[in-house]
């Protein structure tokens, strides 16, 4: 296995503000950019790419973080991480004085999700083997093994969570047949961003309907009736056998939450995603009791395996949607998976931003063949963004996605486009100046 060199780091934006594409109520102009990673190795082999998603100005922050973290892993072999990632994991997230401007949270666990997910990158390269086939080919000790449980056994020990992991093993194979024949069931959201205008909400609408979508989300919190008319004329346009979800990007309080979903529960929405603050566990627990049979939906925000946590334990969110790039790396995120299924709440991944549909395909597969075994109120956000980037983007079938085969996290970008979205000196952005 090879030792990792030296670190490269690279601020990478993309001027989707011009177009509005990803725009909410809580974040009107995002450009999705990404705090990139490349891990050089002295040998021939592959590389390791990592990224962390942001929406602009602060990626500069991430990528000084990054810069800070690098020392971590320069000089170290591969195989001396893979023999205990839970340690390793452990020490990225503890050196002693960075861990300060954290704890686990922040630019600096941003910066730690670019680097972790590099090294898995790294690893499953050098495996030849997509990111969740490395995954879900370990024993149910050797991936416990790659976790870090400080603080969470309260919640799950290492001990259930390979009891959880030996209980789907005798399916795993099937299940794998299923995926590469039938795909992953998806949700777009690529229709209802905000800053959309009506007639364009109406094509995309009809576009993903004829593409085979099923299940749409809808960006509200603006006014109040400007979002009810967004919902009618959605509904129009998908009818109502198709799924709408509401996503409100934490702008409401917990009241107004409450009755702002009274007045939008005539458009049958299956959930309502961040409604208040990312922080408010007790807050989005209260809405839960309020606005059922509306579910509660949460996760991009949710910075640590703590705050996911003490979620499940406050019976606070019905669709737990972890972010691949703002928990510290695929480690976190299995832990989150683990305790999601303990607690009984399917995964639904973010995907809204750049590189984030090719990180959470794996996320999903691995959750789906090894870890719940369910597809029940599991659907994969997909938003139709920038995905040409990308050496082996995802692929979406029907409304599903199909499964990555190429070995890796699917998150290597083009060179070229590194090139030319390389901020502020890349063509990109000279055009725009
Ligand atoms: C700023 C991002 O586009 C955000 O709106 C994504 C999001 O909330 C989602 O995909 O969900
Ligand atoms: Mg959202």
Redesign the pocket.
């Known amino acids: 296995m090879p030792t990792i060199t030296r670190v490269e780091i690279q601020d990478i934006r993309f001027p989707?503000s011009l177009s509005l594409?990803?725009?909410?109520a809580?974040?009107a102009a995002?450009d999705?950019s990404a705090t990139y990673v490349i891990l050089h190795t002295d040998d021939d082999g592959p590389e390791g790419h990592g990224l962390t998603f942001t929406?602009g100005r602060g990626n500069e922050i991430v990528v000084t973080a990054v810069r800070s973290l690098a020392p971590l892993v320069e000089g170290r072999s591969l195989a001396s991480i893979t023999e205990n990632m839970g340690a390793f994991w452990r020490e990225i997230t503890g050196d002693s004085q960075l861990r300060w401007i954290g704890p686990d949270k922040g630019a600096i666990h941003l910066a730690t999700a670019a680097l972790v997910n590099g090294v898995w990158d790294l690893w499953a390269k050098c495996e030849g083997k997509p990111v969740w086939k490395l995954l879900t080919d370990m024993t149910p000790e050797a991936l416990v093994r790659c976790l870090d449980f400080r603080f969470v056994t309260d919640a799950l020990t290492p001990e259930e969570a390979i009891a959880l992991l030996r209980r789907q093993a005798a399916g795993k194979g099937a299940r794998e047949a299923e995926m590469r024949r039938e795909g992953y069931p998806g949700y777009t959201?690529s229709a209802g961003?905000?800053g959309y205008d009506d007639d364009k909400v109406r094509r995309l609408a009809r576009e993903s309907l004829a593409e085979g979508w099923t299940h749409f989300?809808q960006?509200i919190g603006g006014n109040i009736e400007e979002d009810a008319r967004r919902a009618a004329l959605l509904r129009e346009e998908i009818g109502w056998n198709n799924v709408l979800m509401m996503?409100a990007?934490q702008v409401w309080e917990v009241d107004e939450t409450v009755a702002k979903m009274r007045r939008l529960a005539e458009f049958h929405p299956l959930w309502i995603?961040?409604p208040t603050s990312p922080d408010d566990i007790l807050g989005h627990a209260e809405i839960r009791q309020r606005v059922s049979p509306i579910g509660v939906a949460t996760g991009?925000h949710c910075h640590n395996k703590v705050m996911f946590k003490q979620f499940f334990q406050a019976e606070a969110l019905d669709y737990c949607?972890l972010d691949a790039a703002r928990l510290g790396g695929l480690n976190e995120v299995i832990l989150v998976v683990l305790m999601a299924a303990k607690f009984g709440v399917p995964v639904c991944p973010?995907?809204?931003?750049v590189g984030?549909c090719e990180y959470t395909q794996h996320i999903s597969l691995f959750d789906y063949i090894a870890v719940s075994g369910s597809l029940q109120g599991r659907v994969l956000?997909y938003?139709d963004h920038l995905h040409d980037h990308f050496l082996d983007p995802v692929v979406i079938e029907r409304g599903r996605y199909r499964v990555p085969e190429a070995p890796g996290y699917s998150i290597t970008m083009h060179p070229e486009s590194l090139v030319r979205h390389r901020y502020p000196d890349g063509a990109a952005w000279q055009e725009e100046a």
């Open positions: 989707t594409d990803g725009s909410d809580m974040n995002p999705y929406i959201t961003w905000l989300k960006k996503d990007n995603e961040e991009e949607q973010h995907g809204g931003g984030l956000e938003v």
